[in-house]
Structures are given as structure tokens and as C-alpha cells.
């Protein structure tokens, strides 16, 4: 069992995303929990408000520290609360360090994980200095908050999450097409719009349509990867 928080000024936008389809089953099945936690519901300012302009001028607005702090410091109260040691904290943003499969199967051996998205023009340094432990971010593009690079961690976090998908086959054939991109597939009919399925995938042999599928895997990285390409190259000297 995973337990995913998420501290956010959106709470429905995340729900939505994460309780459909493979998520919303796995959480009904209890291999994941998903909670969002609105961060203006902690906050002691009267009118409810969350941001201020920065210091020192600039453009926008900042989300400051005491609401943040606090709307962690009771997500962390409750994971003391059951004994369980304190989770990471991924604060999400255009300036942490890229996000990718390796870090996906780290963070998917934590019992929870939190994450702090921003909005605005950020959050106040000081707030991140007390109690982020992680800075992630999902690419070399800018969004409007983190709360989407935040969904798309959690996606890719639940499901190497024991018992999330079906099938561990999925998890095995990835392991063995390690770092290649996948091999196409087909399915009913044979023929569509004059064109034939692969035969090989018909014979019934497996031994050589494994043969075919990874031909083809290797092919495909070369040519839309190379990058990828070279290092399993490399890896298979
Ligand atoms: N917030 C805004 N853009 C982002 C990105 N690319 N990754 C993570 N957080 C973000």
C-alpha cells in the first residue's frame, strides 16, 4: 500500500485525474491512497488568501510559506499519527532535476510520498528550504502550476506499485526490452484497408515472434532514439 499526498491550491483537479481508470481501481482495491490536501485550508490570513507580491518587485505573485508549512506540517502528523517514518517531499518545478523511469521505481519503494505543487510564480524560498526534500521536474517546458507534472509522477510512481497493474507481465516485458522503445502491435482483422498483420505474429511459433518483436524494438530505436540506442549498445557489448 502507497500512500500519495498532495498539497495543492486545485485538490479537484488532481482527484479527478488520478480516481479514472487503472488509478481509480487500485485506489478501490487499497494498493494506493490519493489525498489532496488544499493548502488555503490552512491558512490564518481572514480573507483566505494564499499569495503576495515578491520582494525586491518582479512580476506576479507568491504563495507563501505559513499556509504551506502548515498544510505539511498536518499531512506529516498524520503519518506519524500511524507510525510510519516521515515521507519525501517532491517539490515540483521547471528547476529540479528531470524526472525518469529510474527515479519512478525508486520513489515506488516509499510507503508515502508528498508532493508540494506551486502555482503562481512559485513559493517562497524559505518554506522550501524547511521541508522539501526533493526537487523534480517533468521536462524543458514551463507550465502554469504543478499540479499536472505532479499527476503525471503519480501515473508513473502507482503503477510499478505492486498488485496496481493486472498483469506483472507488463512489468517483465519492460524489463526485458530495457531502454528500447516498443515493438508494434496488432490486432483484429488480419486485413484493414489493404493492409496485412506481420505473418510471423500468425504462425504460432513464440520463439520467433519474441525474435521479431525485439528486431523490431531494436529498429525502431535506432531510428527514433538514438540516443537510447547507444546506450543499450553499450550495455549489451
Ligand atoms: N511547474 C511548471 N512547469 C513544470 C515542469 N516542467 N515540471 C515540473 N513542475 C513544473
Redesign the pocket.
Given at each position: 500500500m502507497m500512500n500519495f499526498h498532495i498539497l495543492t491550491l486545485f485538490p479537484e483537479m488532481v482527484m479527478q485525474g488520478l480516481h479514472t481508470s487503472i488509478l481509480g481501481r487500485a485506489v478501490e482495491r487499497e494498493h494506493i491512497s490519493i489525498e489532496a490536501v488544499n493548502i488555503r485550508d490552512y491558512t490564518l490570513d481572514k480573507h483566505g488568501k494564499v499569495d503576495d507580491y515578491t520582494y525586491g518587485g518582479g512580476a506576479g505573485m507568491l504563495m507563501q510559506a505559513q499556509p504551506v508549512f502548515d498544510a505539511w506540517q498536518a499531512v506529516a502528523d498524520g503519518i506519524a499519527a500511524r507510525g510510519a517514518s516521515p515521507g519525501r517531499v517532491i517539490y515540483?518545478?521547471?528547476q529540479?532535476k528531470t524526472f525518469h523511469q529510474k527515479m519512478a521505481q525508486e520513489l515506488a519503494a516509499e510507503e508515502d510520498l508528498i508532493f508540494l505543487c506551486?502555482h503562481y510564480e512559485g513559493i517562497d524560498e524559505r518554506v522550501l528550504e524547511e521541508i522539501v526534500t526533493d526537487e523534480?521536474?517533468?521536462?524543458?517546458?514551463?507550465?502554469?502550476?504543478?499540479e499536472l507534472?505532479a499527476m503525471v509522477m503519480i501515473d508513473a510512481i502507482a503503477r510499478l506499485v505492486p498488485g496496481v497493474l493486472h498483469n506483472t507481465d507488463s512489468a517483465v516485458t519492460e524489463s526485458f526490452y530495457d531502454g528500447l522503445l516498443e515493438y508494434p502491435q496488432y490486432s483484429r482483422p488480419e486485413v484493414w484497408h489493404d493492409r496485412r498483420v506481420p505473418p510471423i505474429l500468425l504462425s504460432g511459433d513464440h520463439a520467433k515472434v519474441d525474435a521479431w518483436r525485439l528486431e523490431q524494438s531494436i529498429l525502431r530505436t535506432k531510428e527514433r532514439r538514438p540516443d537510447l540506442y547507444e546506450v543499450y549498445c553499450n550495455k549489451n557489448l
Open positions: 515540483v518545478t521547471p529540479g506551486g523534480v521536474s517533468i521536462g524543458d517546458y514551463v507550465l502554469t502550476g504543478g507534472p
